[in-house]
Each structure stands twice: as structure tokens, then as C-alpha cells.
């Protein structure tokens, strides 16, 4: 069976929607749309139905309990969100890019498509069902030329107006007249601004639009023969990019470059409350259908959920995005951490982020910088921040060296190697050592010493190898820093290697540790990490000279053997002999190894080799792995599904892509990739209260053996309690004294003779009215001898008459509970 590419992550987050009762939010994410809760998080549907991106989501106003979904394979889609199945499904065929407004009576649907498959021009189209049959009319357009961006296309005004932004105008149509009118400011600093987002006042005949400027303008009276009213916002510096009203019209929410919520009261413009550092550039903004809640969307793909008095209360986190500040999204590559057992690459400016692949979200970001990121004064000039490029992590996890680099180009650059350990009192990593200027150059590669299975802890030293642009490469270890305050460990250079003043570019250690071999341009040296001397030093004996791009060691069976890679040639050497076994013709960019086998992988965005290095005989071969350029791969071991065993090749390690549009990417068979999607069922994800744990108790108490519930019991009075809480709205307190009067334990009086088996329980209560005649002899004066042992029923009875006593007064829960004398 065939393996087709599969993407596992990196859809980006698109159009957010609430429901009717604002307990669930849907957001627009590649090909799905995730149902989250937002009491506390957790993704409890992914409708997957589209073949393509989808566009727009809108609630059935109908039925608030159906969602509708259009994407650009030109598919409407009806859910039923609660059970994640598919209602309807119609075929307009068209691309869509966008769902307005629905209405269910005329059965007319606004959205926003393109012309043609062909064609790069959009339009704002009235689609309308044809009466007593489920296909549409062809669509009539109200607004042409229009843009493929949802963010300039609103509908509102008392469901009367659509506006859309066309370059440096705004298009309104009238859904009453069914006229269109085009207007833009004549005011010098906006008339030749381009418009960037539109949104229309939900109440009021007012469109609000953002300008490349910075500047808000809302218009008023624009159906009118008189030129329209126009009233100016401005607080952004950089373009504005979003643009929403609340449900009321009372606020309009504002986003930009500027990484900041400002929201305006419109009834007196200049009282505006701001929510600053939201991480990235504002992309969406949606709010509630009661107001309390803001899905701010950003571009480092998050939705952060806001409460009205803007303090976030949710993250949805995918896997972050970085090319709205640098040109290459993960300068660092893709690792393997092997005690988190997630996958590792560039995150947020200046961190790292560690995604879980069984959980299928982001755990956290790792902060290495200590920088917060600042907008650009100018979009075209972005800030220079400070760059990840390399990452290395121990064979256990222990340890993380990380390399940053800033660079502007006219000042002198910045570099620093950070050693990072990890802390199981913190539950992170903490900085342990930090080395400015490593080398003269920027380091393009670096990795840990592999420990020897053969040797202890402590007869190893844990050794870290850069690799410079300035022709050498260093070789880092841990020393003792200890000193009479405290025991430390530090790392610090041990030697220095150069060979002939050539280039180093990629260097490994064998998998015992006990020998180095890096690449110096066109040669092969193996190093001695020990002592720091040459060993051999070796040719390809290719002609033209190809510099070797990567080197890896075998392991296990070919722990002897050394596979490099050029830019056209695949060669695998037999350190034992010195000889090399083979030698084929092979293009790839990146050379990668499994660390639980002895399988070896070449990838290129074109092709995908898997291989072994004692044969020249590949295992397992991919055409067109991915449809962009493959930034990086990695081996994860263990993350093979059971129906892949038998398919391309051997083990239970995975190998997952990062192209350049920023997906993560793995190969899987077409049955496990059209598998259902991920449902839960929405009562486990809906918080755990007081009075649910109560009822939960209760539910517990009545599932145990018959014995139990004999001396466990519920009253007809208790169970009242439960009715009454349910429907009523005071205070739990109140029902407490009830609740405890309940809960005493009332036996009748018995009278039966004492038989053989009740001796045992007599002599048991004997003991202890002894006991507690002793204890009060002590503190009462001495009066008449007290009587044979009493019945267990006047002991029980002697006890109800105390509690009801203690009842009977409204009760001191503090002094209760301080004379509770507890074994």
C-alpha cells in the first residue's frame, strides 16, 4: 500500500465565529473547523468536510444549532456543531472566500467568491434557492472588483448594507434600493490611502473603514444626495488590519502591526481602552453575541480570549508562525527532544517552541532571548530581532545549547552560545552558561557527544562541537564550577580544531562518542574528541570537487560505517578498511538519520530516499513529498502508527517534513488519513463544579454493596434537598442545617434478646463506655457509681439529643468545626 503526504499541523487560524450562547467558538483552520470550548479550552469537534481552505463560517439563524461553512473547493456545508456530523451539502462551484449573512425565510445566501477558477477577480454575489428544490440560481453580483480578503467585505447597518473596501474607496450597497454607491474622502493625508478593512455598524447606517495610514473613518449618511458624514479615529501608526463592532454597537475593536486591542467607546471617541503586547500583529477580531468575550486572532497563528475587561482568559495555540518578521521561518531547523518527546523549532521572536505530536498542540515556548518584539516604524522595514539558528539537545534532554545571532548589517553583530539545563524542581530549563562571541563567525552547526553505553556517568564527559564560519571548530565540555557558596557546573572550551585554513560545514560523532569526523570543504577528517588530534583524513575522488553538505554515522550493525552527502552524490564509507562500500547518484538537501535504527533518509522536496548504509539498495522511495520547498526533516522514534509497520519502511520511527509554508508534514496510508475526525463528547469538557461533585457523591454512594447502604441510607427529606437545590437560587449555606440533620442516623428501639453474636458488640461498647467513664471521672466531681454498660440504642439516642441540641440554634461553623476532635 501506497504513502501519501499528510498534514499533521501549521493550517493557520482564519475567521472565528461564537455560538448562540458564546460557549463555543469556531475558527476556520485549514481544511477543518474547530469546535473549542471556551470554558476551558479543549478542541471537542474538528469538522473535517472540505477539500480545500475554508473561507467563512456563519451560524443558521434558522436553527442557532446548525453552523454553515463554505471553503474554496466552492462547497456550502450545514453542521450540526453539538455532533460534528454534516447536514447538508451544496456545490456551487465556485472558489468561495467568504460567507456574510444568511437568510433562511428568502432563502437568499450573501458571500463573497471568485468570478471564475480562472480568474483573479472577486465579487460580492446574492445567491438564492429555487423554490421547492435544493439547488441555486445563478448568483447576481452587487458589488465587483472586490478583494479576495474577507477582512474588506462587512454586512450590517440593520441588515440593510454591504460594504466593501476597493483600493482607496468604499462600495455600498443597499439590499432595500438595491443601488450602489462609491464614496472616498477628499482630505489630502486619505484620499490616496488604501483602504485595508471595513466593517458595518450593527445598529446604525455607519461604516467604519481602516486605512494603510492608520486612520479610522466612519461614514454616515451615504445614501443620501448630500455628501456623506465623515468622522476620523486615529491612535494606530501602522496600517489597521481589523475592524469589528460589538453586538450593541456600542464599542468598535480595533487591531494592527502594533501588536494592540484598542477598543473605542462610540459615544465619546476619545475614551479608548487598550490591551497592549498581544504578541504579534492583529489579523481578527470577533466578539460574543453578549459582548463579554473578544477571539483575537494574531499572526503568530493564537487566538487569545479576552473578557470584557480585556484580561485573557484562553489561548488556543496551533504551531506558531514566523514569517511576519524574518525571511526564513526556522533558521534553527527541526529537533527531537527526547525527554518531552516533542518536536522542537523556532517559535515566537526569540523562543523556541516545543510541539507535542500525541497531543497535537503547542506545549509551551521556551523564552531564550529576554526580548519582547517591537513593531517596525514602517512595514516595508521590518525591526531586526534577535535570530535562533542553531539548537542541539543532549541524548537525554538533559542539556540545551542554543546559538543567537542580530545582525542589522551596519553595527557590529551580536552572538551568544547559551547552555541550558533542565530543572525538575522548575519543570523547565534554566540558564547555566553563557559565551559571548563563541567564535569570530556565526556557527552553522553544533551537537552533544553521544554517551558510550559501555561506560558509567562519571567516567564520561558530557562534550558539546560548534562548527564556525571562521574555519574551525570548537569543542565545548562541563567542568566543576563549585565554589564555598554553592556546587555549580559549568561548560567551557576544551580545544580548538582547523584544518588547512578550509571551510568546516557539517561534523557528527559515532554512536559510542569515541570518534569525531568533520568536514572540511571537499575532505573528510576523523578527529580523536579525547585528545583533539587528526586520526585520518579522506577523499570522495569525485571530479568535479563537491564539498560534502552533511555526514552521518551509522548505528548498530553499521556503527563502522560513514554515510556523506553532496550536492549530487550519495557515499557511504567503511571506516574499518578506510575503502568506500558505494557510491550513487543522488540529489538532496538534507540528510538525516533514525536514532532507534540503522535506517537513514535523504530528503529533497522532490523525492524522498530511505536507505541503510551497508547497501546502496533503497527501502523506501516518495515522489513529491511536498508541494513547496522542505525546509527540514527528523526521525521521531516511537511516533509510527501500528498500520504503517508493514508499509515503506521497517520500525516504528516516523519522519516528519517542515516546507516553507510553515506545515508539519508525514506520510500515512489513505485509510488512516480519511479516518473519522477527532470527536469528545461535550459533556467531559464543561468545568467541574461544586454542586455537580455533590450530585456526582451522591451517585457514588448509591453504586456500593447492599451492607453500604443500609448504614449509608438516603431520607426523603435529603433527597428533597437535592430537588431544592436544583431549582432554586439562594444560597448553599442555607440548606446546611437541614443537610447535617439529614445526614444523623435515627435507629429505632429494638427489643429482641441478646443472642451469642451480639456478645462481641457488647463487650465492644463495654470497652468504650469504660473508656469514656474514665475520661469523665477526671473532669467532674465524684458522684453515685454509674450503672451497668447502657444499650447501644441509649448511646445512639444520647447522641441524636446532643446533635439536635447543636441544631436547634443557628450554628457557629468555625466553632463546630474547631471542637471536631479527629483520629
Known sequence: MALIPSLQAGSQFGLCKFSHDSRYLFS?????????????????????????????????????????SCGADGLLIYWDYLDGVILKKHDLHLPLCGLLAINAEKKLILMLAQLSEHKKSFAVMLWKKRKNKEAFDQPQNLINDCDANPNLVSYGCMRDCVAAGIKNKLAIHSMKTGK???????????????????????????????LENGRILLWYNFFTDAAPAISTLHWHSLAVTCLSFTPDGSCMLSGGHECVLVRWQMGSQNNRDFKPRMGAPIHRIESSPDGTLYAVNTADNVIQLLDISLQVQIVYRGLTRCNFYVKDPIPCGLDYDPRSRTLVTNGLPGHLQFYSLNLNKQLYNLDIVGQNYISPENIDRPTVVTEITSVAFSHNGQWIATFEVWDDGVFSPEMRLKFWMYSSEAQTYTLNTRVEYPHEEKIIKMLFRPSDPNKSQSDQTSTLVTIGKDSCFKLWILVDDTDIYRENVRWDCDSVGFYRGLQGLSADFS????????????????????????????????????????????????????VLATSNHLISWNLLTLSIMWSIQKQGSILIKDPASDIMALVSTEKLCVFRPSSATMLYQQNNVSSSQILDAVFVPGARSNTLTDV??????????????????????????????????????????????????????????????????????????????????????????????????KRK??????????????????????????SESEEEPAGPPLKCAKSAENVSSRKVENMDKLLSKPLDWVQWCSSLSLK
Not at 481544511?31 to 471556551?38: A, D
Not at 450602489?180 to 467604519?208: G, Q, R
Not at 569525531?516 to 579525547?530: G, K, M, N, Q, S
Not at 583533539?532 to 553499521?558: A, D, Q
Open 511 to 562: 554512536s559510542d562518542g569515541s570518534t569525531l569526523a568533520v568536514a572540511f570543504e571537499h575532505l573528510l577528517t576523523i578527529w580523536d574528541p579525547d585528545n583533539g588530534v587528526v586520526r585520518t583524513t579522506l577523499s570522495n575522488g569525485i571530479s568535479p570537487k563537491e564539498n560534502i553538505e552533511h555526514i552521518k554515522f551509522g548505528s548498530n550493525k553499521c556503527k563502522h560505517q560513514l
Open 648 to 745: 515503506g519502511w521497517p520500525g516504528d520511527s516516523q519522519i516528519y517534513f517542515y516546507n516553507a509554508e510553515q506545515q508539519l508534514i508525514t506520510l500515512e496510508t489513505p485509510d488512516h488519513q480519511q479516518d473519522s475526525p477527532k470527536k469528545t463528547k461535550i459533556a467531559q469538557n464543561l468545568p467541574q463544579t461544586a454542586l455537580s461533585s455533590f450530585i456526582a457523591e451522591s451517585v457514588t454512594r448509591e453504586t456500593q454493596d447492599t451492607k453500604a447502604k443500609d448504614t449509608m441510607c438516603k431520607t426523603a427529606g435529603q433527597d428533597m434537598i437535592y430537588v431544592s437545590l436544583l431549582q432554586s437560587n439562594e444560597p448553599v449555606s442555607l440548606y446546611c442545617d437541614k443537610y447535617l440533620k439529614n445526614l444523623v442516623v
Open 28 to 68: 476556520c483552520c485549514g481544511s477543518v473547523v474547530n469546535v473549542f470550548n471556551t470554558l476551558n479550552g479543549e478542541c471537542v469537534h474538528e469538522l473535517q468536510g472540505h477539500t480545500k481552505q475554508v473561507t467563512g463560517i456563519t451560524l443558521n439563524k434558522s436553527n442557532v444549532l446548525q453552523l454553515i
Open 180 to 210: 450602489t454607491k462609491i464614496v472616498y474622502d477628499t482630505d489630502k493625508f486619505n484620499k490616496t490611502k488604501a483602504v485595508t478593512c471595513v466593517a458595518c455598524h450593527p445598529t446604525e447606517s455607519c461604516v467604519a473603514a481602516g
Open 749 to 774: 428501639q429494638l427489643k429482641r434478646p441478646l443472642s451469642q453474636a451480639d456478645d462481641a458488640g457488647d463487650r465492644e461498647l463495654d470497652e468504650v463506655e469504660e473508656s469514656s467513664s474514665d
